[in-house]
């Protein structure tokens, strides 16, 4: 489908989209996405959500080209980082056809939930059926096919918890790290 406009309309709306993360951008995003101004939600260029929008707490940041579908839940204080998939749901093989389902299909709970505080570096991916717990660092690139303890530091493929948070003091705690590597 081709949309009729002017060149520097197009060149307006090709900038615009390229140009413009930055926070009243990113609020006036959310807010033509549906969101509650009070919410205080941030929506970068190129995201993607496809799930209710109660299901959002606030405070929350969704970075460049995130694709956020289906059944998902985020909480208050959480950030996003850019291209990060966030996709709740699955296809199921049927034998009688020889392919997946184009449809999603329940299989059980294929919700996500993404805990309060939680940061999802570049890249991470959450699959259908995981529940983040609570202040959860997801480092960059990890895909995350498990839920997680409250305070976790995971990274992988698949991801697995390689630290934790300490809730009281904020110091990270990282497994099977020579000491040099925190110094």
Known sequence: MQID???EMFRQLTEYCNNSDNGPDDTRRAIVLGFPAEKKILVAPGAIIRTPKDNFGSNIFVGLYVYINGNVKVG???LIGPHCSISAGNHKFDP???WFSARTE???DDSIVIGDGSWLASG?????GVKLGRAN?????AVVTKSTPDYAIMAGVPARQVGH???VTGKYHWYNRDKSDTE
Request: aromatic share 0%; charged share 15%.
């Open 5 to 7: 406009m002017s060149d």
């Open 76 to 78: 208050s204080n959480v």
């Open 96 to 98: 009688a056809t020889g």
């Open 106 to 108: 329940r299989d059980g």
């Open 124 to 128: 991470v991916t959450i699959t259908g």
């Open 137 to 141: 660092l997801c480092c960059a690139g």
């Open 165 to 167: 948070i300490d809730p």
